[in-house]
């Protein structure tokens, strides 16, 4: 079993920034695509970024437009999510999530694909 445990979140205003991160413990992680979905009440969880195990390809929700970036620390059991120019739609519970072997497609994933999750973390962005 796989255990995730995010951190990072808080309460910030439109156009800050924040940095989510999420350690893996009880596997390595290097052969495990790893991802970050986020949620609001009453929707889905949506993709926000991903690593894909095999070559380390990353992709972003089409409302990123280069605003965060994931990243991952082999080394650490880490994944990160650098998060820039907040904007109060960015609002939500941002899960870290990975899976083995990576989902085989191009961009991201659906959810329902991940088999681990952590806790989640709470992200305001106040305007």
């Known amino acids: 079993q796989m255990q995730l445990a995010e951190s990072g979140g808080g309460l910030v205003q439109s156009g800050e920034s924040l940095r989510l991160t999420c350690v893996a413990s009880g596997r390595n992680f290097h052969w495990y695509g790893v991802g970050w979905f986020r949620q609001v009440p009453g929707k889905e969880k949506e993709g926000v970024a991903v690593?894909?195990?095999?070559?380390?390809?990353?992709y972003y929700g089409d409302f990123v437009n280069g605003r965060f970036t994931i990243s991952k620390d082999n080394a650490k059991n880490t994944v990160y999510l650098q998060m820039n120019s907040l904007k109060p739609e960015d609002t939500g519970i941002y899960y870290c999530?990975?899976?083995?072997?990576?989902?085989?497609?191009?961009?991201?994933?659906?959810?329902?694909?991940?088999?681990?999750w952590g806790q989640g973390t709470q992200v305001t962005v106040s305007s």
């Open positions: 690593i894909r195990s095999s070559d380390d390809s990353t």
């Open positions: 999530a990975a899976t083995v072997p990576s989902p085989p497609v191009d961009g991201i994933p659906r959810y329902t694909l991940y088999d681990y």
